[in-house]
Structures are given as C-alpha cells and as structure tokens.
C-alpha cells in the first residue's frame, strides 16, 4: 500500500449508487484514496466532465465531485490495475430482475456481481475486503465468498455487507447524514476485523452508535425489508386512495390523520400513481423469490400484494383518464408532466410514467412528455428492457410518443395534461395560459397531488386527483 493514503477504495459501478456513495467517502475521508471503476467508458468519462456534466442528475452532486475529484476520488476503466491497488473494494454494479430462466422476472441476477468476484480473483496479489453494496438476494455473499477463495495464491478475502439506504433525488443529503449505517460479516475473528475496518471509514462522519454491525445475512435481508417496508406503506395508502375516490374521503387527509399517530409516522403516506424506481419493485420480487424458494407461500403472497396493488394503482390511473375523456382517447394530444419516477432525478427505470404513455399509446393517443432531467434515449432503453417495446419494433410509438421541450409546448392543443413526477416547477407554472392554449374540455389528471385543484377548478378545468372526491360527483362535502 501506498504511504501516501490511509488507505485505498476502489469501487465497481460508477452508477446512482456507486458514484454518490464514493464521492461522498472522498469527501469526508481526504486521507483516502477512493476510485471509482466501470466497464463503460462514456460513463466513466461523463464522472470526467471537465465541465461537471455528470452521468446521473443529482442535487448538490457536482459540487461534492468538485471537492475531490483528481484530489482523492479518481473515475477510471483500468479496472485490473484499480483493484490490485485497492485494499477495500465495493461492489455496487446493477443487478436487475431476471428476465429469463429459474426465478424470471422475481429472482435478481446476481451475474455481475459474480463477474466482479471472478475478476477480483485473478488480478489481487494482496488481500482484500469486498464490501457488497449491490442490493442482492440473501446468501449472495456465499457465492461472492466462494468464487473468490478458489483463488490459488493463498489470498485472503473478507465479504462485508453494506447496503445503501440513499434515495435518489436526496443521495448527497442521505450519505452525509444518515439515518444508520448497516455493516454485515462473519462473525469469525477476521470477519469482526474486516467490519471493524469499514466501521472506522464512516466513522469518519458517522456517530458510531448510527453504525451497526450484524451477521452477514441480516445485513442483506435487512436492505430488503427495509424497501419492502416502504413500498408497502406506499402501497397502503394507494388502496385508501381507491377508497376515497368512491366515497368521498380525502387520501390527503387521512395521511395527515393517520400520519400524526406517532406509532405510525407521517413519511411514505404520500399517495400517488404509484412508486417507482430500481429498487422497490426488484427488493419485493426478490423477498418474494426467497419466501417460495424456503416454502413461505404466504409470506411469498403477502408481500406480492404490494406489487400488484402498484400495478393496480398505475392502471386505474390509465382506465381513469380514458374513461373520464367520454372513454376514448384515440387521436388526441395528451400532455405528460414529469417521466422521472420521483423529482430532483432523471432515473426512469421501473417509472409509473411509463406504464401510463404505454397505456394510452394502446389507446391511440398522441403523448407528449416534457420532463426537465430525463433523456429520450433513457426512455426508450427502460421502455424496451421493462415493456419489450421500442421505436425499432413497435410500429407508431417513435412518432405517437413525442418529447416536448417545455411544459407549454407538451400542453399546447392537448386534451388532457397528466401531473405523474412530483417536479416542483409544475406547481408555477401559468395555468391560465395553459388552458387557453388546450382543447376543451380542458382536463388534469393529478397523478401526484401537487397542484391547487380548486384554482384550476376556477379557471375552467375539469380535474381529477388520485384520492380526492370529484367535486361533481360528491356535492354534499
Ligand atoms: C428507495 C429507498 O427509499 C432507499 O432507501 C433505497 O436505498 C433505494 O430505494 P428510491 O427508489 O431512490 O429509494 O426513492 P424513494 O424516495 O424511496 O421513492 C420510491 C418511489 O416511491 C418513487 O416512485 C416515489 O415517488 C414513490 N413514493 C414515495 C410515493 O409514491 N409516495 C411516498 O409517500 C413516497
Ligand atoms: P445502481 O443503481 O445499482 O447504481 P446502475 O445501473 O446505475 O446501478 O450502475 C451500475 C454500473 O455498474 C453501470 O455503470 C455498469 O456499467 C457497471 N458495471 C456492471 N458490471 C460491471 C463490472 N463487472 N465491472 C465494473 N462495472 C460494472
């Protein structure tokens, strides 16, 4: 090891998780040496950009890069020459839902996970921590362990488990403070050792007793719990939402109420057209995945309801807007407000977006999205991977499916204007002007509850919001 650092990171995926949660350690560990590898060239030379023009959008990001880029944080493709260096190395390469063979479409593929460890084997002359940091199955870190003691060189291999709990659109503010830090390994005395050692990196920002160290397999199965917990209170409050459309309640009102129960917290009731994101959907299916694999059919079933209420939830969407335009929507200008799965991010993978423009694209509308962060091609690459849809085998959708460059252009002689990521910015905008450039009846269908529905009411709109009464319908409130 060099004496010019503490110590050497290297980090593999240069992805939402790998290139925040190592900025992040540069930042606070100027002591350390952190790199950050990947296969992929233009994304390794995006984190590059002279101009900060990073690969992913993320507030307060670029900054943090500008602290300690070519300081301690370095991005790079020498990957064998990166890890011989390396004494720590995460793994956080993506691991998506099978889409093919045993556990298709539940199962997470822990390919490039083992690809890691196969090349950590071969380059290493010295030992080294692999810390996982992908969110992966239960017991991955058998595998990971496996493949690396096949080793010939008498190299030692210590697995951690440390799972991410940033969220995208509020990373920088997640891996500066937060909640906990989660630090799985053996429990044999070099594994307590190992664990001990990454213990001493957070510690470096992190109040010990926020770090908790446990087995390995309650670090992994803890990541996935903690999104299922989640998903499921989204998928909670998304039923009452059903509810209250047909009787008359307000979902934003029964969040508040319910929310102040101290027992119950007031976060993740926030009802919507349903979550999104790479996590949630792929966490559940995996836990879902484990429960059948260990013959928990029930538990398997309970936690596949949060799913298919999320699926529920988007397509009751769709069927709303198409039923409420007089139950067709074929040839007409429909306005998308917002692709991203959440704001403050130009992630679209698992969006709720894109459930709804396929949706009405089978209906025959004409969509215009305007989203302020997400790239067409980033579209049509999670429209294909997600829906097997694409311009090259979908006959229309390139033309049926338009990106506009702003809000106004997206809504301009639209029939309808659909409100599906939460984007500030669609709060201010001009509605009067908006309403004037529309066709009439002029509707909104507010996917995430952010705008002022009785202004709107007022200046001629029909409305519909996911869990408010329609006004019309309910005259006695
Ligand atoms: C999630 C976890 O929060 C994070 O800890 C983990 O590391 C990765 O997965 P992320 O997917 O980035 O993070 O975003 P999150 O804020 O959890 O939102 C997920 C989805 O749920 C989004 O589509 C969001 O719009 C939706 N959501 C969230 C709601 O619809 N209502 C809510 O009240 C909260
Ligand atoms: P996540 O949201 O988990 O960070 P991403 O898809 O954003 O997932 O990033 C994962 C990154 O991992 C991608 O940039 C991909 O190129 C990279 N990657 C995948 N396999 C390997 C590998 N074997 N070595 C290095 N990088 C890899």
């Given at each position: 090891?060099?004496?010019?650092?503490?110590?050497?990171?290297?980090?593999?995926?240069?992805?939402?998780?790998?290139?925040?949660?190592?900025?992040?350690?540069?930042?606070?560990?100027?002591?350390?040496?952190?790199?950050?590898?990947?296969?992929?060239?233009?994304?390794?030379?995006?984190?590059?950009?002279?101009?900060?023009?990073?690969?992913?959008?993320?507030?307060?990001?670029?900054?943090?890069?500008?602290?300690?880029?070519?300081?301690?944080?370095?991005?790079?493709?020498?990957?064998?020459?990166?890890?011989?260096?390396?004494?720590?190395?995460?793994?956080?390469?993506?691991?998506?839902?099978?889409?093919?063979?045993?556990?298709?479409?539940?199962?997470?593929?822990?390919?490039?996970?083992?690809?890691?460890?196969?090349?950590?084997?071969?380059?290493?002359?010295?030992?080294?921590?692999?810390?996982?940091?992908?969110?992966?199955?239960?017991?991955?870190?058998?595998?990971?362990?496996?493949?690396?003691?096949?080793?010939?060189?008498?190299?030692?291999?210590?697995?951690?488990?440390?799972?991410?709990?940033?969220?995208?659109?509020?990373?920088?503010?997640?891996?500066?403070?937060?909640?906990?830090?989660?630090?799985?390994?053996?429990?044999?005395?070099?594994?307590?050792?190992?664990?001990?050692?990454?213990?001493?990196?957070?510690?470096?920002?992190?109040?010990?007793?926020?770090?908790?160290?446990?087995?390995?397999?309650?670090?992994?199965?803890?990541?996935?719990?903690?999104?299922?917990?989640?998903?499921?209170?989204?998928?909670?409050?998304?039923?009452?939402?059903?509810?209250?459309?047909?009787?008359?309640?307000?979902?934003?009102?029964?969040?508040?109420?319910?929310?102040?129960?101290?027992?119950?917290?007031?976060?993740?009731?926030?009802?919507?057209?349903?979550?999104?994101?790479?996590?949630?959907?792929?966490?559940?299916?995996?836990?879902?995945?484990?429960?059948?694999?260990?013959?928990?059919?029930?538990?398997?079933?309970?936690?596949?309801?949060?799913?298919?209420?999320?699926?529920?939830?988007?397509?009751?969407?769709?069927?709303?807007?198409?039923?409420?335009?007089?139950?067709?929507?074929?040839?007409?200008?429909?306005?998308?407000?917002?692709?991203?799965?959440?704001?403050?991010?130009?992630?679209?993978?698992?969006?709720?977006?894109?459930?709804?423009?396929?949706?009405?694209?089978?209906?025959?509308?004409?969509?215009?999205?305007?989203?302020?962060?997400?790239?067409?091609?980033?579209?049509?690459?999670?429209?294909?991977?997600?829906?097997?849809?694409?311009?090259?085998?979908?006959?229309?959708?390139?033309?049926?499916?338009?990106?506009?460059?702003?809000a106004y252009s997206a809504c301009s002689g639209a029939h309808a204007l659909a409100t599906l990521t939460e984007w500030d910015e669609f709060k201010t905008l001009d509605f009067e002007k908006i309403y004037k450039s529309m066709a009439k009846p002029a509707f909104i269908f507010d996917g995430r509850n952010i705008l002022d529905h009785d202004k709107l009411r007022k200046?001629?709109?029909?409305?519909?919001?996911?869990?408010?009464?329609?006004?019309?319908?309910?005259?006695?409130?």
């Open positions: 090891m060099s004496t010019e650092w503490d110590l050497q990171i290297c980090c593999m995926g240069a992805g939402y998780v790998g290139g925040p949660t190592m900025a992040v350690i540069a930042k606070m560990c100027p002591k350390i040496r952190v790199c950050v590898i990947d296969l992929n060239q233009a994304q390794v030379d995006a984190w590059n950009s002279p101009t900060f023009d990073l690969p992913i959008y993320e507030p307060g990001l670029p900054e943090v890069v500008k602290e300690s880029r070519g300081r301690n944080l370095f991005f790079s493709t020498s990957i064998n020459e990166e890890i011989a260096r390396a004494d720590i190395i995460f793994i956080s390469v993506n691991t998506p839902t099978k889409t093919q063979g045993i556990g298709a479409g539940r199962a997470a593929n822990i390919k490039n996970c083992e690809l890691c460890a196969r090349t950590i084997a071969e380059v290493s002359t010295t030992n080294k921590i692999i810390v996982e940091k992908s969110t992966v199955p239960v017991r991955t870190a058998t595998a990971i362990r496996r493949v690396l003691q096949c080793n010939d060189k008498g190299l030692q291999f210590d697995v951690l488990s440390n799972p991410e709990f940033l969220a995208e659109g509020t990373a920088v503010k997640d891996l500066l403070k937060p909640d906990r830090v989660l630090i799985g390994g053996s429990q044999s005395p070099e594994g307590l050792a190992a664990a001990e050692k990454l213990v001493k990196v957070y510690a470096n920002w992190i109040p010990r007793e926020q770090i908790l160290t446990t087995n390995l397999w309650s670090s992994e199965c803890a990541k996935l719990v903690a999104n299922a917990f989640l998903a499921q209170r989204v998928s909670s409050i998304n039923s009452i939402s059903a509810l209250c459309e047909a009787t008359g309640a307000d979902v934003c009102e029964i969040s508040r109420a319910v929310g102040m129960d101290a027992r119950i917290g007031s976060r993740f009731l926030q009802s919507s057209v349903g979550f999104g994101g790479s996590c949630f959907q792929k966490d559940i299916l995996n836990l879902v995945y484990l429960c059948e694999t260990y013959g928990l059919d029930e538990c398997a079933q309970y936690w596949n309801q949060v799913i298919l209420m999320n699926n529920y939830q988007k397509k009751r969407f769709s069927e709303k807007m198409v039923s409420k335009m007089f139950n067709t929507v074929t040839g007409k200008k429909v306005a998308i407000l917002g692709y991203a799965f959440k704001k403050d991010t130009g992630d679209v993978r698992e969006t709720p977006s894109m459930f709804v423009a396929r949706d009405l694209f089978e209906e025959g509308a004409k969509i215009h999205v305007y989203d302020p962060q997400v790239k067409r091609e980033d579209m049509w690459q999670e429209m294909e991977y997600t829906c097997n849809m694409s311009p090259a085998k979908t006959p229309g959708l390139d033309e049926a499916i338009v990106t506009a460059p702003d200046i001629g709109f029909e409305v519909h919001v996911i869990g408010k009464p329609d006004p019309a319908a309910f005259t006695d409130l």
